[in-house]
């Protein structure tokens, strides 16, 4: 039987997310999951035509749909990590549990651990050992090396590269096509800017740009 879903979120990443479940239920039926609809506090009038356009409900803002539905499974499926953070209370409060999704055209590795609600898109590769917090995303084609850290809230979008041994801290967004070396740190509430080469540790709270990548 298919497990009830919500998704949170009608935005880009949102849509991609819906995307990342429908492959997963093709791949996996016997843990599939119905989409009951998506929470969006403030939909664009484009992204309701969105979610109309594949028959996907729109149910609403967050608050009132908490207090008015049994708890399901989630996935906050929002780019921004602060706003994916500073929403988890909300669904923890109300008694919900996130699940975590892989696209079936990601690759992941042996002895990787993940906490809930993490999101693998399609093609990425996730090395071996690899330990994800809650709530992190992986965009489509990002690459994770071995013995990684992303903590919670982490973001990876499209086609970046975690080299191995790398550990990126709470709430940090790696940028489209930027490259982390082997063995550093990035802290946290960092951005780090589309595609560039990060060579040394990172700071806190930093945004990074740029070939090798400098911070400000
Ligand atoms: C770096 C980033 C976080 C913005 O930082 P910011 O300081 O707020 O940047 P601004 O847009 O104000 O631009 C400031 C300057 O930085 C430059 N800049 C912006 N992003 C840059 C990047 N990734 N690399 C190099 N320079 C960049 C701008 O051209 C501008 O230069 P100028 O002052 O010479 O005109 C953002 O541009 C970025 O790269 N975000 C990641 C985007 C991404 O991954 N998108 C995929 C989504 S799925």
Redesign the pocket.
Known sequence: MSRPLVVVGAS?FGRETLDVVAAHNAARPDAAFEVVGVLDDGPSEANLTRLACRNIPYLGGIDHYLMTHEPVAYLLAI?APKVREGLVARFDDAGWRAVSVVHPSASVGTMTVWLDGVVVCGGAQVSTNVHFGRHVHV?PNATIGHDSILESFVSI??AATISGDVHVRPRT?I??GAIVLQGLSIGANT?V????VVTKTVPDGV?V??VPGVWS
Do not use: E, I
């Open positions: 880009g780019g965009n979008n499209p967004l940028g489209a951005t800017g589309a595609g560039a945004v740009k740029g």
